[in-house]
């Protein structure tokens, strides 16, 4: 791992190189020798990572690198610093201050001291006699030795995955049978998951023998060159060795166009790695000789992989159930006529939690348990670490240990960051980015801003299955993979012993209350308090969300290192201006935080801060003046309208009878997410004030979300100097609530428009000549009708929110807005009226239906059964329904709350994985749900009691189940 930070830190040393920054503090010579050893170093590191497990003077020598690496990375950020400040100054004089000539005479110093160390540790390197071996290239296939044949084992028989393998096979067998091209299925799942293994069943299956005239397995791993694969699959087909006297390609391709011409095959190409199209192409080519009906089977770790050369569905390979991963432990563990003790039994079925569905690790955690049958010795197991369960290494660290040697060097920082967060925890994409922007993981390429490279980057691990999103599209990871990146990030970090006090360890660069951890390292035992941490000078990132934080001490400016502050759901009312010394804070969220009521006067100083959270401020009375001098803003998800005069950044809205002086956000080209708020203040807008003197063309062009809350007489959202085509040209999410707002962009300039949401609000629409229909939408209790078709324009329309509906009309234009909706919430609504003419049988590509606060509804619309694809529904606050329909039995996530009167649940959900059940009495029984993984069960006495951990009448039902929440309140 210490190869991805010191890359790291050489490319923000070489930027600084290129910069001239050495020669403007005086220090260029050292940053040069500097460079120069740090590069020496680098090009040993693979070698030394590789052999520190087993050498202990080795793992000392990489940990005294990682201590200076992260000396040098803050005397590098505050040569930036010092730089960047002042390209900022507009005072000739400032550049010559006895400040400045003090901080060149302190940096030299340092950087002198820091480039003795480095030499130092580069002379050490050479009694331990390691390789240099070039930057960035792949890791050998050597590192795990590794090759799979397509004969049965054992063990392959009784791994549950019959289900899978019948659905495949009916597949190649029956549903490509009469297609003409090729077909490509690929199986998807990381290490270890038993992907080879289902191939096998498949291979092996007598349907599958009978199918296809021709059967080749090749092991493909990091080899894609198409002369050897070409080989193997002539080696395969023939049974022999007969490829082995060709070397030239076209002899190659001749024979085994002879070998399979006419014929329909099947192909299994097993652990693939290459993601490079141009070279599957090629080989598609030379497979294409098939008769119809011929196929290949792909098993991958990489989504991106699959994407390439797939033309079916994807086959995503689900985790184990607890059960057979303790048949599989079971088997490995004890001799076929070996009766297992009761009390080894209990601890064991805790223990294959630790598998978290994975068939190798069971049966890696059962050959460590072979010889075992003390119950002291299964406790250990089951309280340790999978990593730490054997003095050498199992066959499960090597296995996941090869996805990560695959990623290039410039995200392993990126993957093994997710260390530092608990098991099973998700985090929005945006903010994992922002957390990554902030320890310097990432930064921007070319024309690409920093946020699109991470975006790019989290897509990436996603396609090479190290990351996972959940049906949030939230980021998290899986349990094994979680324990490979910790197992990295522990290689990496310094080491803090915990006697030391928190306030000396220069190395930590997060720390997040919440959790109460402390990065690095991960964890500390210590109590956190707001106080020690302010000492932490080399800090990137606090979180304090939740926190009963009152007060901010001036000392925060002691973190001048600080990129991400998180002071959301603190009881914080006031911000000291020193936090506006915070040069390089790009992040500042004070989400619901209700108490504040004003924000530092200074805080234009923040020249680099990029995101202003303040959802829920209802204290907040106004903003600092002159909010454009923050030009670099992207997030600014509240505004608060107030007297002052500066309060002015640039917007063009028209015929507003009752804002004056409108802020203006023309100056805030980058602005992504706007909040916007009247917050009860009565103005008059004056004409001469709107747009004048600027330039309008930049007006909202990287806007993507905006809500606008209590403008009762806004006329309307448009350009008064330019074509209102281009007023929102990115706009995503429209979210208007208790406004009156007659006059909207043309829908069709709103092409990228995926959410909108009305409140209590009146809209009209524009024509393509900006003439306002007669028709209204006024999504409030007096609304006779919402008319779909009005949407018709909004090609990209995903997500529909109406509140306070009484009906909701249906005509031919509307039909193809439903068609393509994914998710929909009705909110006091008259639901039955609402959902007449047949609406939900042309909602045939939702996912996600909501239902809330709909006071009549007794039960759910027949016409659900017609809605296919739906995974989730929410039912919520509906005081009258008493039953569920039977139709809903393809749900995968079922959210019921505050439904008094719901008795039951429908007797057959075998696809549920997630429910959630709160308030809702009267509820006794659940039924059986063969896959389900996570169950909330709160304020429902009979549930609670029958679903008691091991007593409960229920509990047979839910014993598999993974993550478990039961509570009264």
Sequence with gaps: ??????????????????????????????????????????????????????????????????????????????????VSKLDHSHSKYSRCSLKKILFRHKIARRMKQVNEKVEAIAAERTKFHLREMPVHRPREVSLVSRETASLLNESDKILGREEDKDKIVKMLVNDVKDKQEMSVLPIIGIGGLGKTTLARLVFNDPQVEQHFDVRIWVCVSNNF??????????????GSGKATDLQHLDAIERRFWELLSEKRYLIVMDDVWNDHQDKWFELRDVLSCGSAGSSVVVTTRQKKVADIMTTLPCHCLEGLSDEYCWALLQQRAFGPDEEVPPQLEITGKHIVKKCAGVPLAATTLGGILRFKRREEEWIHVRDSGIWKLSGEESSMMPALRLSYYHVPVELRQCFAYFASFPKDHYIGKEELIRLWMAHGYISSKWTLQVEDVGNEICDELLLRSLLQANENNDIGMHDLVHDLAESIMENKVPALQSERNLASTSTIREVNLQQKTALFPKTFQQDMNITSILELKSLRVLDAMGKAIKYLPPSISNLKHLRYLNLSRSEIRTLPNSLCTLWNLQTLNLDYCDRLVAMPKKLTSLRNLQHLCLWGCKSLREMPSKMRELNGLKTLSMFVLGHKRGNQLEISIIDCENIKRFPKLGEL???????????????????EEVGSGHPVKILFVALKYLHLVDFPNLKG??????SSKEAFPNLEALWIERCSLLILPPLS????????????????????????????????????????????????LRTLVIHKAKEISVTTEGLQVLKELKRLCLNNCEIMRCLTQGMLRHLSSLEDLAIWNCPELLELPQDIKHLRSLKFLTLYDLPKMTSLSQAIEHLTNLHLEDLPELESLPDQLPSLTRLVVVDCPKVVSIPALPNLKRLTVRGCPHLERRCQRGSGEDWHKIAHVRSINISSK
């Design 749 to 796: 300039s709103l092409q990228k428009l995926e959410r909108l949401a009305c409140h209590s609000s009146t809209l009209g629409l524009l024509s393509e000549h900006g003439i306002p229909r007669n028709r209204w939408i006024e999504i409030e209790e007096s609304l006779a009708c919402f008319p779909i078709e009005m949407l018709a324009k909004l090609s990209k």
């Design 225 to 238: 060159e198409m002369k050897t694969l070409v080989k193997a699959m002539i080696e395969s087909a023939t």
């Design 717 to 722: 959202l448009s350009n008064k100097q330019e």
């Design 1 to 82: 791992m210490a190869e991805a930070f010191l890359q790291l830190v050489l490319d923000k040393l070489i930027s600084l190189i290129n910069r001239e920054i050495g020669l403007i503090l005086g220090v260029d010579e050292v940053m040069k020798k500097l460079c120069s050893t740090l590069t020496t170093i680098q090009a040993v590191l693979e070698d030394a990572e590789d052999k520190q497990i087993e050498s202990k003077p080795i793992q000392n020598w990489l940990q005294k690198l990682n201590d200076i690496v992260y000396v040098i990375d803050d005397v590098l950020d505050e040569c930036n610093t010092e």
């Design 669 to 687: 080209p980058h602005l992504k997410n706007l909040f916007l708020t009247n917050m009860g203040v009565e103005y008059i807008i004056e004409e």
